[in-house]
């Protein structure tokens, strides 16, 4: 079966390019002039992944990925101008995945979307249940046991699932809406002080120097990345 696009644009010219493009790359792709428009098609169709232009008439983008998020789980890109940075930020909290600044390319509009894509993939088949063993830390998936640096090291549900998933995933950035949504599902995306709490706890028990951690790096804007000791630091 085709992945299904929903395009929230009302810019006519590019709302048609976009579409075409899409199709001609195998998605199904439905489109939508308006946030009205675009909420009804979305509950119809129940798309894959949504892009969303922020600036629509009616209902504009932003409280359409507010609707939208709040209904269904699944990836939202915003399409944006660059003067509509600062609702952006507002858009990621909601618990969109990324946005892209007109004018871009269809190559880069294409990459953010299986990656999104992939997001979505990953989030719904949690890694292999084989023991994980990097930078001091071992963590057994089907035991739900961590050791850190030899020692039993005690987790709770949420902190083991963050560091499974970012042990899983070690030196790739995985954004915090991802973790969100990964962990504690659809309806925490946004909740970034959830996390931010949950990663000081973990960092706690698992770094040597919890103030300087080296294990669970931030990358600033973007999210966090699991980091095995002797790589450096950004
Ligand atoms: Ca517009």
């Given at each position: 079966m085709k992945t299904k696009i929903l395009l929230v644009e009302d810019d006519d010219l590019l709302r048609r390019s976009l579409a075409y493009r899409l199709e001609q790359e195998g998605y199904a792709v439905a489109t939508a002039e308006t946030g009205d428009a675009g909420l009804l098609a979305a509950r119809l169709d129940r798309?894959?992944?949504?892009?969303?232009?922020?600036?629509?008439?009616?209902?504009?983008?932003?409280?359409?990925?507010?609707?939208l998020l709040r209904e269904m789980s699944?990836?939202?890109?915003?399409?944006?101008?660059?003067?509509?940075?600062?609702?952006?930020?507002?858009?990621l909290e909601l618990g969109a995945e990324d946005y892209i600044a007109k004018p871009f390319g269809m190559r880069e509009l294409l990459a953010r979307i299986r990656v999104a894509l992939r997001h979505k993939l990953a989030a719904a088949t949690l890694p292999v249940e084989a023991p994980i063993v990097a930078g001091g830390v071992e963590l057994d998936p089907a035991?739900?046991?961590?050791r850190v640096r030899g020692e039993r090291c005690d987790l709770s549900p949420k902190e083991f699932d963050i560091l499974r998933l970012l042990m899983a995933n070690a030196g790739v950035v995985l954004s915090a809406n991802y973790l969100l949504d990964a962990v504690w599902g659809?309806?925490?995306?946004?909740a970034l002080q959830v996390l931010y709490v949950h990663i000081g706890w973990l960092r706690q028990k698992i770094e040597?120097?919890?103030?300087?951690p080296r294990l669970i790096q931030t990358v600033r804007g973007v999210g966090y990345k699991f980091v095995a000791e002797g790589a450096t630091a950004p």
């Open positions: 798309p894959d992944l949504a892009l969303v232009d922020i600036g629509l008439p009616g209902i504009n983008g932003i409280d359409l990925a507010r609707m699944l990836p939202l890109i915003f399409l944006t101008a660059r003067r509509q940075e600062t609702d952006v930020v507002i858009g035991g739900r046991e961590v659809p309806g925490y995306a946004g040597e120097d919890p103030r300087g």
